[in-house]
């Protein structure tokens, strides 16, 4: 069974850059064929697809955020990370860390992250 876990600050100043980490268990991110993402939600809004890393290592990201964001990987720790600058209060939102497969998608349960000065 995998799982995902994200882990970051919930509190970053407008400016500054988010880093955020998902760790996987139960499985390699080095697996074929799987796709590690990155979801955002803000508030009272829907959620967006922010940029993915493939398990060849290829990134893919949102047309919207490619110039703020950049996802890598660290495949000893099994984790894969996002960081997003220039950051604005509108970036507020929990962000989850999934993995899409056939039938079903692993999710993380979700990481509030708060832009305010």
């Known amino acids: 069974q995998v799982q995902l876990q994200e882990s970051g600050p919930g509190l970053v100043k407008p400016s500054q850059t988010l880093s955020l980490t998902c760790t996987v268990s139960g499985g390699s991110i080095t697996t074929s064929h799987f796709y590690w993402s990155w979801i955002r939600q803000p508030p009272g809004k829907g959620r967006e697809w922010m940029g993915a890393?493939?398990?060849?290592?290829?990134?893919y990201y949102s047309e919207s955020l490619k110039s703020r964001i950049s996802i890598s990987r660290d495949t000893s720790k099994n984790q894969f990370s996002l960081q997003m600058n220039g950051l604005k209060p509108e970036d507020t939102a929990v962000y989850y860390c999934n993995a899409p497969r056939p039938g079903r998608t692993y999710w993380g349960q979700g990481t509030q992250v708060t832009v305010s000065s």
């Open positions: 890393i493939a398990y060849d290592g290829d990134t």
